[in-house]
């Protein structure tokens, strides 16, 4: 231990996150030579280059990859030894929580969580992060976002997965479409036009299992978020498939109705997750227990 230099560490870790000098230099109020001189001392200990230069910054390594999780981790526990465990009091808190969620969390979920949060933690804030699947995993491992709440499991050791309720699929159209019934063979459906939502929303489950059956939707459109699908599907005459979760604010609000889809999709499971650490963080742990309490349920709310 007395070789090791926390100052080092911390410019470690926040070469990784920033993959900039200059940002790094100003985040801890030092010159940029000073940040160059400190990345020197550490490719010295590490014995590695672990940041390259490129016209989009600098590119951490495999080694930086593989040491970051644990360097991050290893320097929350002593921020967390000094600031004293487990002294996380809700009510008198003025943390801001960060929680990465799609439009359909937003519309569906969030309601609910942040009464309850403002009921129970009256100066905290909440700040809601579009959610792209891709990178949720990297968001929680980095800081970047206290909680996730996706649909798509994300297996990984260093995640806390808490599962709060289960789902299917279902088609969205017109109310008045004139061709689509309740139950329309695999034929009529594929025979319309579709609207496809981005797969960051991480909701692909419906086209992954049409790909198996050597099937693909005819795309007529393509957007970024569900909350736009109604409306459109109303206007168009155009197909959607949405969670089943959300449906029923779909059909109370557009005029468009749902249809079971004619091939058979699983169910699927909302969970919440969060990044296990050597010292839990107790702030973090209790919007993880309220959280859960509020939608850990069969049905969304």
Known sequence: MAEVDLNLLKTFVLLYETRSV??????LFITQPSVSHALRRLRRQFNDELFLRSANGLV??????GIYPRLNQALEVINETVRGVGQFDPTTSERTFRLLATDLGEIALLPDVLATIGNLAPHSTVQVIPLDFSTAAEELRQGHADAVI????????????????RG???????????RIRSRPTLEEYLAERHILV??????????????????????????PHFAVLPELVARTGYLGVVPSGVADLFTQRSDVRTFALPFEVPEVEVALYTYRRALPSPGIEWLRGTVASVLRQDEPA
């Open 22 to 27: 200059t940002r790094t230099a100003e985040s």
């Open 60 to 65: 951490a390594t495999e080694t930086a990859a």
């Open 150 to 165: 996706c649909t798509p499991r994300i297996d990984s050791a260093d995640l806390q997965r808490d599962p709060l309720f």
């Open 168 to 178: 299917n699929y279902l088609g969205l159209c017109a109310r008045t479409h004139p």
């Open 198 to 223: 981005d797969a960051a929303a991480g909701h692909v489950d419906a086209d992954r299992i049409l790909t198996r059956l050597g099937h693909r939707r005819d795309v007529a459109a393509r957007v």
